[in-house]
């Protein structure tokens, strides 16, 4: 439809029609009883006519259903205005990548978008036109469920991880076939709940706001994402829904976004509870004037957008604007010439769990899986005779990918159990066992209403007298221990970042009769390690795989494929020092890491460092890094320098090295960083190869938003560190002009 044309419609369409766009409801109302639903139902009493007046429906999907819906839909509608159909396709549709967090692990932007991709894909022959998907928050407590959809701590590697899924998801057009308008979510700043509660409080000064937490989103805005969602927090005490500096001033002002603004689920109405607004008729009036275009999942627009306009409190240009965005949107999808797009049953039949999409599912996961121990016991040998006991509640487990996953046949997972069967089928040497050794949990647990978990105390006992027995008789055991899905991910806020008691017990009575112990860690979140690396003579970090589990950890186990993941979030000794990211601020007095050292910065009973720092990974060779090297020591802004270090394999095999570039800013008129992350390249080097690795620092990378909130630099001295991670030093120093 030309632009024109589109203006026409707008102009020609009744108030009730044009409120009708701005409301989305769940695919609950159609019949799809399998629809999510993320918030409280019984204040939903919406008609069946406000139901069919409504613009986009989300959480409802499968080619067949969304073309018989949106026929349904399109003929109740007086201009005949197709619908657009949003689900939640957060790493993966059909197939299920690696969750977010794990593909941050990957530090891979072009893996993540190939994935991104592949998920568009099979979405789009679904019926689909929107993902709620990236997730842009910045994470520093991993306390916060919801850290699983992020992809870490730090903020240049989230810009550079979402902007990749957004290219993904959208390609060069979203009306082109196996694409989706990407939705940036949740803004702004979600992931600085206080204590990790979701839902909580975000108080942030707006330098520190625009500092760290505003980038990712503007990045993945800036790569062209057609779409945003409001966070449900508050922001200096006003809910992200209305606050009208945040969406107007910052997001549609400075940033020019034209898009859609879309709320979370029932946000509107929660401005009631947040006490901003009394009722409903101001929550739409609050949320309007701050430029939110959809209200998802609350009748707060479609009861009072009318009234108010009748009384005078709002203009109808400002639902028109709303409007205009939704038909743009539409229309950009080419959904007036075809409102189904790309739903096509036969082509998701063939795309859904397709060999291509598997197999990038299973590198996926290989790149992301983070090796945080090893005393030469990996990579296994496959060709060597020896007994391998797997053990632990996710041996056998198919419940291998994280919240969020939607598989509608979980059996199509791979296990461990089917990734060894497979292997050990092409003539492996080795003879494996599994038992189950522990419950998931170690009480009983009601979780989210979802499941219940019924502990036995009687079958615990007899499950963890058979591991121990087959562990004396295995040569090497393979523990397999985490969270359940359900413990991680919206609305699964955690105080204590432990591993169930049940599954430490199995591992300290193994280790009591085996010391070969490989242990495997699923999880959406860093979790408190210190004494499973003390009895484990390796430790891996596989996440949440998703659908080639068992077979991508069999090909690193035996070495077929080596761990290419390094944290994307920090991992401390304890739960008490979250958040504990590594870029924090310094300090007036600074601690070096001396357990109780008088009178400075820390704690009195832990060491203020982290176990594992933010970039760390372990290979199956070692890698020597030369001294820093400057092509000059003076940056100006005309010029930038180039830093270079000399990348050497010293090991056996062939491996991968993620390099890190971090700059420091030794001197600012505000407090700055210790250090940051400006750059990062994967170098793969043959044993005995060297290569040089340059990284380019320009002045841009030192702009900051200085005591008078300019963003800018200031001249001084610096400190560029190319190492392996976070906490490794190997610097130089140079002066910005």
Request: proline share 4%; charged share 25%; net charge negative.
């Amino acid at each position: 439809m030309t632009e024109e044309n589109l203006k026409n419609l707008l102009n020609d369409m009744s108030l009730d029609e044009k409120i009708g766009q701005m409301l989305q409801v769940s695919g609950l109302f159609h019949g799809e009883h399998n629809a999510l639903t993320t918030g409280g139902l019984d204040y939903f009493t919406a008609t069946e006519e406000e139901i069919l007046r409504a613009g986009s429906v989300l959480s409802i999907s499968g080619a067949e259903k969304l073309k018989e819906l949106q026929d349904k839909l399109i003929a109740a509608q007086p201009h005949h205005i197709p619908q657009i159909f949003m689900l939640d396709i957060i790493n993966g549709f059909e197939t299920i990548f690696p969750v977010p967090l794990a593909q941050g692990a990957s530090f891979n932007p072009e893996m993540t978008e190939k994935c991104a991709a592949a998920a568009a894909k099979e979405g789009a022959a679904a019926g689909l036109h929107v993902t709620f998907s990236p997730m842009c928050d910045l994470c520093r407590d991993a306390r916060w469920g919801r850290v699983m959809e992020s992809t870490g701590e730090d903020p240049f590697l989230n810009g550079k991880m979402n902007s990749a899924m957004v290219r993904g998801y959208q390609g060069k057009d979203i009306k082109e076939k196996g694409k989706l308008a990407s939705c940036v979510k949740h803004f702004a700043a979600y992931g600085g709940a206080e204590a990790g509660r979701d839902y909580d409080t975000v108080e942030l000064s707006e330098r520190t706001l625009r500092q760290s937490y505003l980038p990712a989103y503007k990045e993945a805005i800036d790569t062209g994402a057609r779409l945003v969602m409001t966070s449900f927090n508050t922001l200096n005490q006003v809910p992200s829904t209305a606050n009208k500096w945040l969406m107007r001033d910052v997001l549609r002002k400075e940033w020019n976004f034209d898009g859609v603004l879309i709320s979370d689920y029932g946000a509107l109405k929660e401005l009631i509870p947040h006490g901003i607004a009394k009722d409903q008729h101001q929550a739409a009036e609050l949320s309007v004037k701050a430029g939110v275009d959809i209200d998802m999942m609350s009748l707060s627009y479609i009861r009072e957008l009318k009234p108010l306009v009748e009384e005078g409190t709002i203009s109808e240009s400002l639902i028109d604007e709303a409007v205009w965005r939704i038909l743009k949107l539409k229309n950009d999808l080419g959904l007036f010439e075809n409102p189904y797009k790309d739903a096509d049953q036969a082509e998701q039949e063939k795309l859904c769990y397709c060999e291509e999409h598997r197999a990038l599912a299973r590198e996926a996961a290989c790149d992301s899986f983070v090796l945080l121990k090893n005393d030469s016991v990996l990579p296994l040998d496959p060709a060597k005779e020896q007994k391998i006991s797997f053990m632990g509640p996710f041996a056998e487990s198919h419940e291998v990918f994280g919240s969020w996953s939607f598989p509608t046949d979980i059996s199509k997972m791979v296990s461990i159990r089917q990734g060894v069967e497979n292997l050990s089928a092409s003539g492996a040497a080795f003879t494996s066992a599994f038992f189950q050794g522990s419950q998931m949990l170690s009480q009983d647990f009601k979780y989210k209403n979802w499941n219940y978990f019924k502990h036995d105390k009687a079958l615990k006992e007899k499950l963890l007298k058979e591991a121990v027995k087959a562990a004396k008789k295995s040569d090497k055991v393979v523990l397999c221990l985490g969270e359940h899905q359900q413990m991680t991910g919206e609305a699964a806020s955690r105080a204590n970042l432990t591993i169930p008691e049940d599954q430490m017990d199995l591992l300290r009575a193994v280790s009591r009769v085996n010391k070969n112990i490989i242990t495997l860690i699923f999880a959406g979140r860093p979790l408190e390690l210190k004494e499973v690396a003390e009895l484990s003579a390796a430790v891996m970090y596989v996440w949440y795989p998703g659908a080639e589990t068992g077979n991508a950890i069999c090909d690193v186990l035996f070495g077929t494929k080596e761990p290419g993941g390094r944290l994307p979030m920090s991992f401390p000794y304890t739960t008490g020092q979250e958040p504990a990211y590594y870029n924090r601020f310094r300090s007036g007095r600074p601690n070096d890491g001396t357990l109780n050292k008088t009178f400075c910065m820390g704690y009195i009973d832990q060491i203020d460092r982290n176990l594992f720092p933010f970039g760390y990974g372990l290979t199956y060779t070692d890698f020597e890094y030369s001294p820093v090297t400057l092509s000059s020591d003076k940056l100006s802004a005309s010029v930038p320098i180039t830093a270079s270090v000399t990348l050497k394999n010293t090991g056996k095999r062939r491996g991968t090295e993620t390099v890190q570039m971090y700059l420091t800013d030794c001197h600012g008129n505000v407090v700055r960083p210790v250090k940051e992350l400006k750059g990062f390249q994967k170098i793969s080097l043959d044993p005995g190869e060297e290569r040089k690795v340059d990284f380019e620092i320009t002045e841009e990378m030192f702009r900051f938003w200085d005591i008078d909130m300019k963003f800018q630099s200031e001249a001084g001295a610096c400190l560029v560190n190319i190492a392996r991670n976070s906490d490794t030093e190997n610097q130089a120093e140079f002066s910005l002009i």
